[in-house]
């Protein structure tokens, strides 16, 4: 009987779960990893990206995007859009081609992979002769000519992907033709470059690697013109009036050719950047304007000796000509034109290098670039904290996107160029903020409201110290008449002046706009929000946490030296306060309270509490274990020459890789030889036994000391009948400290000390590390913020009832009571899975079904990768799922949780995935990209390859469209499963 | 087992002489054999009627052997009851002298003096090496064997009693392959193995591991599909009352069972816990956290139960400082000189610190430990908390750098 009820009981909890949570991975923010590939649709106006995993990635206006993987484990190499159309075609390192599309489902737009194929040659070929190297997406939509290795070229109808062996075009028919005095007709080597003549569909020009290019015509089935260049060939382009072709090639020049339908010998090159050995001019673009000069585009071709090293993208309109200098390797780049054909002047240049994405408005003096509202590189400089802030208030809000915005006068004006698709997410509810703390000493803020992880401000505070950084090592020293005339451009700067500057803990007061940062080497900023520019002082307080404890000698960094003159602090953020952490470790625990105007903070040494408003110290607390050396060490000397060496040699795979030009070939040969040689290294590695000691924990572990939380509550500390402020910290050896602070009346706050009393100490049992403490109040929710009770944004807490302690290690989660502290409830963790707490949140949960219930939960993430939602104040298990990889350390590190149940966590060093744990707060893409308008392409001539008129993409469409759309969208459907069953009949056969 | 006491001898009268030894100093007064009433009274009636309220003892009494055995809880006191015929000899010791005093040799040679905490079996003729015993709270159960009659024959349930020890549990773990039978046929599958002991450590001392065994569950959690690293967490976290089932390497040394018996006949329990009368040890009910509810009861332990249960390892220690008797403003002037604060906590620790522990049993447990006996020594502590000495005991024991808490 007693069952059965309880049994009712547990089910109706289950659904409760139900529409409280719920677990979605939403959105990856931030710049892809290894980008390898990059292709435009300008009758979509979306972009595409594929990585050397194997994700392609669609973006268009912000808020637009999609994501698709594909099964292999294999690069993407080339991304192609069928001309006007929604479907695009990948090529993959594993010679594998594949068939996107963007289907509508439900009036939302998803990416699916609707086909796949591999060229299948003669029976007995090598398998160079099907080595796809040259793809091109015929302007009809349904062809795709496909160049190999082996210099062939074969034709296959798309989408189905359906052989069309009599159009082939093989080597040995060019061949013949091949006049005979040109050098290298014995080989003409692979399919280096397809190009279809802009003004003839029938004509296409296919550049073979040892150089000579041939104008096909595909009617006719025959040359119409052979090219004989000599140089090694990297690109082609044929202009848009049809009448030229240019080449690029290896030793740095390009040759422009008249397509005249004769053979002629005459070679017209030119190597910009001459005289000395160049680098390859890896492809070239000219785009022709409607008044004045064309515009050139290429990039390579650098002198090799001088600037063998850079990667630029050479610009030449008329007078002007810059040498555009990214940060690292070019992957590709295409131009977006005007006009709704998009066959206008070029007005934007979007460049894909391996760490970001840059785009430079063509149209605006200067060639300012314009600001990416996604795929901003997180990593500019490397990661090392980050914090998430939920519902900002307007007005700090606005205050910070001011401040943003005097930072960003060097961007230009206009407008994001890529615009395709609708973005139909609905308006974020609240404006979240996150704040991430970079290696070189800045905190950026990122607006995290919506699926587009926009930068509004950039906080350095590198500058209130003196730096090894030499000021003369100035980026934009552009000389006046240097050649080549160089220009920086993309903010991807990896490199860290000095790398105490780090930033590794960050606490915002939304309220008050009050701001603490801490640092590698034990530094505590204090800032405050100011509209204005200030020249200030900023004087560091030393505190001393070993206070006095003899026989310690600090083995790690010295202190960053602090500049004594004022510095001249631009309108934001600026600090006011410095503590100095003696010995300079890393700050490990930090937390503000706005409300009592305190800051306290932790290292692996003790913690202290400083007054910012008197600026002095209140308490300093030395946690140090006595016969614990190791913490005088600095941060772990072994554990980084591993991690080094793993690195390095990373490094030199990716030299190998990066010095590897880009054919495939090759490529693959070598990028297995480096995958071979890491795994070697590896396995090296591993050839140590792996065991585990199985000990138990004792006093006499180092670290025990490491303050891993520090925590600020005002409640029942001594008596049942008075609450107090109070100050808890927690410690790497499972002891939590618990000290009563006295504040001084409000009108005093200025004169009178604030002191802290020592009131309680627990020493946890198992010991384990403390990485939680949370009050709840009486009805067991979490106490609020300061000051958000003051601003009506919280319910004021239950302070009539028993408030309850909770602390949280990484094994277990136990209540007490308070103020007398006895154990009241606890859930383990460890001793019953195996798996420890790594990051711990307090989130809100509401219910899908009614507006008004909600429940507050810890939310955890464990180190195997596991999230948890853990009941409060039951402390009860309510869901898990898996998140992360459990070998990926460091994005189980990198995770931090919203107040509402979502979620962050770093995929690569340069991308968050979002996740969300509930079921009212899920932030993800909701978008819709609609089919051109005119898919059959039965017109003949068309201007221009993906010249498509783009009237579909007026939003305010007649409902005739609308059906239309659906006929259309039928139909396709319909053609899809047909393209499939074609597949698999190729697949037979 | 404790049938004796419940069912009083025929013989018995109903009034039990005592005679009680402290030092020098003799008492004689009698007890109702019917109505022994608890231990923690008859203890308040010695120190009563020595008129040593204060002092901790250890009680012993002559058994009808002449064996000294020890009088700590309600058990053995009941037993010592129903037996004494009709004179029921006492001899207290203050239990700080007593702790010294034990020691295998030494008090053997002291044979007849009463002050000894030993027995000699009354047969110097066999020339048997002199079984001693101690008072259970000095034996440190090391290991036991667990749950025989519910394991299948190759596999052995060993549980580790880290409690209060500085030996280090002393093993490592290691991944390896072991085979199963599936209906598949034979199935290589991922294992966790031991791979080294530690010599001197608790578990090659108490030779129930070794080297290659394979582990099956931890705290009876299976270790299936878990990582190194995971399984290594779990032991860790359970280190304090570590059971492991393992599947020993060496079959040839595990426990044969007789066919038709079944349940808990082989103990390899390593304590000696041959039946002395104290009914300490004794089947319970099994009371561990992790163990499944369905576990049958026949456990073989000789560990009290109290202490079984501790391993909720609730003992967390809090030290309150300061507190209401302490005037809030008391060093508030001093507090512009931070450097002075630090020593306060520790100083206010050592004189007001009061131990809370949420485990009574724990207190138990001890079994020597009177409720209410000692806490009249309390007089300037705060709280009302019994066990002031212990948190005292413990904080220097912390010190030390050794477990804390029993």
Request: aromatic share 6%; glycine share 8%; charged share 20%.
């Amino acid at each position: 009987m007693k069952r059965f009820r309880r049994h009712g009981q547990e089910s109706q909890r289950d659904r409760l779960k139900q529409e409280l949570f719920q677990f979605n991975k939403t959105v990856e923010h931030g710049f892809p990893h290894q980008p390898s590939a990059l292709g435009y649709s300008p009758s979509l106006q979306l972009l595409a990206i594929g990585t050397r995993s194997g994700a392609i990635k669609l973006y268009g206006a912000p808020g637009v995007e999609f994501m698709g993987l594909h099964d292999e484990n294999a690069a993407v190499t080339q991304v192609h859009f069928l001309p006007c159309q929604v479907e695009l075609v990948t090529l993959l390192d594993d010679n594998s081609l594949h068939m996107w599309t963007l289907r509508a489902h439900k009036g939302l737009s998803e990416l699916l992979e609707i086909g796949r194929f591999t060229l299948t040659g003669p029976p007995g070929a090598p398998p160079s002769v099907t080595r796809v190297t040259a793809v091109l997406a015929h302007s009809s939509g349904e062809l795709l000519l496909l160049g190999t290795e082996g210099g062939h070229v074969f034709v296959v109808e798309v989408p189905g992907f359906r052989e069309l062996e009599e159009r082939n075009i093989s080597l040995d028919q060019v061949a013949s033709s091949v006049p005979d005095d040109y050098i290298g007709r014995r080989n003409l080597e692979h399919v280096e470059a397809l190009q279809e003549n802009p003004v003839n569909p029938n004509q296409v020009v296919i550049g073979y690697g040892r150089g000579l290019m041939v104008i096909w015509d595909l009617e006719r089935q025959c040359a119409v013109q052979h090219i004989p260049a000599t140089q090694q060939l990297e690109s082609v382009w044929w202009t848009e009036d049809g009448g030229y072709i240019l080449s690029s090639h290896s030793d740095g020049s390009y040759c422009q050719w008249m397509v005249s339908g004769e053979d002629e010998d005459e070679e017209k090159s030119d190597i910009p950047y001459g005289h000395f050995p160049c680098k390859a001019i890896s492809k070239i673009v000219q785009l022709p304007t409607e008044e004045g000069p064309p515009f050139l585009l290429f990039s390579g071709g650098m002198p090799r000796a001088s600037y063998g090293d850079r990667h630029c993208i050479t610009v030449i309109h008329s007078k002007t000509h810059v040498a555009l200098d990214f940060t690292s390797r070019i992957i590709d780049f295409f131009t977006i034109r005007d006009g709704p054909q998009h066959t206008g002047d070029p007005s934007a240049l979007v460049v894909l290098v391996e760490e970001e994405l840059v785009v430079i408005d063509l149209q605006t003096e200067g060639w300012p670039v314009i600001q990416t509202p996604y795929l901003v590189p997180l990593h500019s400089s490397a990661i090392t904290c980050s914090h998430h802030v939920s519902a900002i208030p307007l007005k700090l809000w606005e205050r910070v996107i001011a401040a943003g915005e005097l930072q960003n006068t060097h961007y230009s004006k206009k407008p994001w160029p890529i615009t395709g698709g609708q973005n139909l997410a609905p308006d974020p509810p609240q404006r979240d903020l996150l704040l991430t703390g970079h290696e070189d000493g800045t905190v950026r803020f990122w607006d995290a409201s919506g699926v587009c992880l926009y930068p509004m401000y950039k906080l350095s505070t590198a500058g209130v110290f003196h730096t090894d950084a030499d000021p003369n090592d100035n980026m934009n020293q552009g000389t006046e008449g240097e050649w080549p005339p160089f220009r920086k451009v993309g903010c991807f700067d990896p490199y860290s002046d000095d790398p105490r500057l780090g930033v590794q803990k960050i606490h915002l007061c939304k309220y008050s706009g009050y701001l603490t940062i801490a640092g590698t080497a034990g530094q505590i900023l204090v800032l405050e929000l100011n509209d204005e520019a200030a020249e200030q002082t900023v004087e560091a307080k030393v505190v001393d946490l070993l206070q006095g404890q003899e026989g310690f000698r600090w083995k790690g960094h010295t202190r960053l030296d602090v500049r004594e003159e004022p510095v001249l602090f631009p309108p934001g953020f600026q600090p006011f306060a410095l503590v100095q952490c003696q010995p300079p470790a890393v700050v490990t625990a930090l937390t503000l309270h706005s409300e009592w105007k305190l800051v306290a903070f932790g290292t692996s040494h003790g913690f202290g509490l400083y007054d910012y408003q008197q600026k002095n110290n209140v308490l300093i607390k030395c946690t140090l274990n006595p016969t614990d050396q190791l913490a005088m060490e600095g941060p772990l000397s072994r554990v980084k020459s591993i991690k080094k060496s793993l690195r390095q040699s990373f490094r030199r795979i990716r030299r190998s890789r990066v010095s590897l030009r880009k054919h495939h070939v090759h490529n693959a040969a070598k990028l297995q030889e480096a995958n071979a040689r890491l795994e070697a290294e590896l396995a090296e590695m591993e050839l140590a036994p792996v065991q585990r000691k199985i000990e138990a924990r004792s006093s006499d572990d180092s670290f025990t000391g490491l303050v891993r939380t520090i925590y600020f509550a005002d409640t029942f500390l001594s008596d049942s009948s008075h609450s107090t402020p109070s100050l808890w910290a927690g410690t790497n050896g499972g002891c939590v400290f618990a000290y009563m602070l006295r504040l001084p009346p409000v009108e005093h706050r200025a004169e009178e000390p604030v002191t802290a009393q020592p009131a309680k100490e627990i020493q946890l049992m198992h010991r384990a590390p403390v990485v939680g403490i949370v009050v709840l109040d009486g009805h067991g929710a979490p106490l609020p913020e300061p000051l958000e009770v003051a601003h009506d944004l919280a319910r004021s807490p239950d302070m009539q009832g028993s408030h309850h302690l909770l602390v949280i290690s990484e094994e277990q989660f136990k209540v007490f009571t308070l103020p007398k502290v006895s154990a009241k409830m606890k859930l383990k963790l460890t001793a019953v899975d195996g798996s420890r707490v790594r990051r711990v949140g307090v989130a809100w949960f509401g219910s899908n079904r009614s507006e008004d219930y909600g429940e507050s939960g810890l939310v955890v993430l464990t180190n195997q990768g596991d999230v948890h939602v853990v009941s409060l104040p039951t402390v009860k298990m309510q869901v898990h799922y898996p998140c992360v990889r459990r070998e990926d350390v460091s994005g189980i590190a990198s995770c931090v949780f919203t107040k509402h149940g979502q979620g962050f966590y770093l995929i690569s060093p340069s991308e968050f995935e979002r996740f969300s744990l509930s079921t009212r707060c899920v932030v993800e893409p909701r978008c819709l990209v609609e089919v051109p308008l005119h898919p059959g392409s039965s017109n003949k001539h068309r201007p221009q390859p993906d010249g498509a008129s783009s009237a579909h993409r007026n939003a305010r469409q007649g409902s005739e469209d609308a059906e239309v759309l659906q006929e259309i969208q039928k139909s396709l459907e319909g053609d899809q499963t047909s393209f499939l069953e074609n597949n698999v009949k190729s697949a037979v056969a | 087992m404790n049938k004796n006491h419940r069912v009083p001898s025929n013989r018995s009268l109903s009034a039990v002489e005592v005679k009680s030894k402290f030092g020098a100093e003799f008492r004689r007064f009698s007890l109702d054999r019917s109505k022994p009433g608890r231990f923690d009274e008859f203890y308040g009636l010695l120190q009563h009627v020595h008129r040593i309220p204060n002092v901790e003892l250890l009680v012993g009494y002559a058994d009808v052997h002449g064996d000294l055995l020890p009088i700590n809880n309600d058990d053995n006191y009941h037993k010592a009851i129903s037996t004494a015929s009709p004179l029921l000899r006492l001899f207290l010791q203050r239990k700080e002298e007593a702790d010294y005093t034990f020691g295998t040799n030494s008090l053997t040679r002291k044979k007849n003096t009463v002050l000894s905490a030993v027995l000699l079996r009354p047969d110097p003729n066999r020339k048997k090496p002199p079984v001693i015993i101690s008072l259970p709270r000095d034996f440190r159960p090391v290991s036991s064997i667990i749950d025989v009659d519910i394991l299948p024959e190759t596999h052995r349930r060993v549980r580790l009693y880290k409690h209060g020890q500085e030996k280090p549990l002393g093993f490592y773990i290691r991944d390896g392959s072991s085979v199963r039978v599936t209906p598949q046929g034979l199935e290589k599958v991922p294992g966790i193995f031991i791979s080294r002991m530690v010599p001197g450590g608790l578990a090659e001392s108490t030779g129930l591991l070794a080297v290659n065994d394979e582990v099956l569950e931890v705290n009876g959690i299976e270790v299936a599909g878990k990582s190194l690293d995971q399984v290594t967490d779990m032991m860790i976290a359970n280190s304090h009352n570590l059971i492991i089932t393992v599947k020993p390497a060496n079959q040839r040394n595990n426990v044969v069972r007789s066919g038709g018996g079944g349940g808990g006949a082989a103990s390899g329990s390593s304590g000696r816990s041959s039946d002395s009368g104290a009914s300490y040890y004794g089947y319970s009910s099994h009371g561990g956290v992790g163990a499944p509810a369905s576990m049958p009861s026949h456990i073989i332990q000789n560990f009290p139960v109290g202490e079984l249960e501790s391993d909720e390892d609730d003992e967390d220690l809090v030290i309150e400082a300061g507190g209401e008797a302490e005037p809030i403003r008391r060093a508030s002037s001093n507090y512009s000189m931070p450097s002075l604060l630090r020593y306060e906590p520790h100083l206010n620790l050592r004189v007001a610190a009061t131990s809370t522990s949420t485990s009574t049993l724990s207190i138990n447990a001890n079994g020597t430990l009177p409720a209410s006996g000692s806490s009249g020594s309390l007089s300037n502590a705060i709280s009302t908390t019994p066990s002031l000495d212990r948190a005292i005991e413990r904080r220097s024991l912390e010190e030390d750098g050794t477990v804390i808490t029993l």
